[in-house]
């Protein structure tokens, strides 16, 4: 079958697609601040790494345009402080995060909804969730605003740079390395379906 992306129902399927084929996601579950001091927890499935030197990292918010509201609480707070923490998403917290999905108004934190728990971060002022094995701390770079064909939403691509990294030690093997089938990391697929990273295999680059 073939299909155009924006012709609506074009494809004849009950939802569209395109999610269930840009997979896995990983996840990144975004703390911000916010000038009220509010704290803000969010999961990102457009979440990914863009460079490694300097490490940069990105996370794209979709939602109403900067015109209406200034956007998400984690799009509006990262611009505002300039910083970030991503935290990662393992198995144990699946539920956690899936509740810090719920679309609640502005200002009020999802953190309510859990049980999770707070701790400082080194170079950034905002939190990191104590519960996760691993965080990364950022600084806002820029936000990058993209074409969106959805009426009244916005697409916006928040990058920041990575000054921090914290690594649970039960996380790393004795020869040093993050051993990812301890930390199970879920990521996102289509549809309401997740994945769980605990099988992995190792493949030699050619060498020319």
């Known amino acids: ?8 129902k074009q494809h004849g399927l009950p939802y569209n697609p395109f999610k269930a084929l840009v997979v896995p996601r990983p ?21 990914n790494g863009l460079s490694d030197a300097p490490p940069m990292v990105f996370f794209a918010s979709n939602g109403k345009p900067r ?7 984690s799009l509006r707070n990262a611009e505002e402080s300039g910083e970030f923490v991503v935290n990662l998403v393992t198995w144990d917290l699946r539920e956690a995060m899936n509740a810090t999905a719920a679309p609640l108004p502005p200002g009020e934190s999802e953190l309510e909804r859990t049980k999770l728990t707070l701790a400082s971060s080194e170079k950034v002022s905002v939190p990191r969730i104590a519960d996760s094995p691993a965080h990364l701390e950022c600084r806002w770079i820029k936000t990058v605003d993209l074409p969106c064909t959805l009426p009244d939403t916005g697409n916006h691509m928040v990058i920041g ?3 921090g990294i914290h690594i649970e030690e039960s996380l790393l093997t004795d020869k040093g390395l993050v051993d990812l089938a301890r930390a199970r990391p879920v990521g996102r697929l289509g549809y309401m379906d997740y994945t769980v990273v605990d099988t992995i295999f190792a493949m030699e680059r050619p060498k020319r």
Not at 27 to 47: E, K, M, Q, R
Not at 67 to 73: E, I, L, N
């Open 161 to 163: 740079e990575v000054v």
């Open 1 to 8: 079958m073939f299909f155009e992306p924006g012709q609506h």
């Open 27 to 47: 996840i990144g579950w975004i703390t911000t601040i916010g000038s009220d001091g509010v704290v803000n927890l969010a999961p990102y499935s457009f979440f």
């Open 67 to 73: 015109s209406q509201d200034g956007g998400k609480d």
